[in-house]
């Protein structure tokens, strides 16, 4: 985690970015191995795009199957939109 945290504070950090041959991000990838402490770390990062797709064209949302990665990534979502309608 601490790691995770340093790297964070990369200005040139692309939380988004698709790491592997199927285009799967970081958030997807801590969802499909069910690191929720690393999940809820990525949805922290202000630029973290929770609909952002694979090779495919599927969200995090979509391929993690972990019920409380989900819900973590639907709250994310809901507050997103808060803000930005606040804008």
């Known amino acids: 985690m601490e790691v995770i945290k340093i790297l964070f504070e990369k200005k040139d950090l692309d939380v988004n970015d698709r790491c592997d041959s ?3 991000t970081p958030l997807m990838l801590a969802g499909l191995q069910n690191h929720i402490e690393v999940a809820k770390l990525l949805l ?3 630029y973290i795009h929770t609909n952002a797709k694979n090779f495919q064209g599927q969200t995090a949302f979509s391929v993690i199957t972990n019920k409380e990665i989900k819900e973590f990534i639907r709250s994310h ?3 997103s939109t808060k803000k930005r309608r606040m804008k």
């Open 22 to 24: 199927v285009g799967f």
């Open 44 to 46: 922290t990062h202000d």
């Open 77 to 79: 979502s809901k507050q």
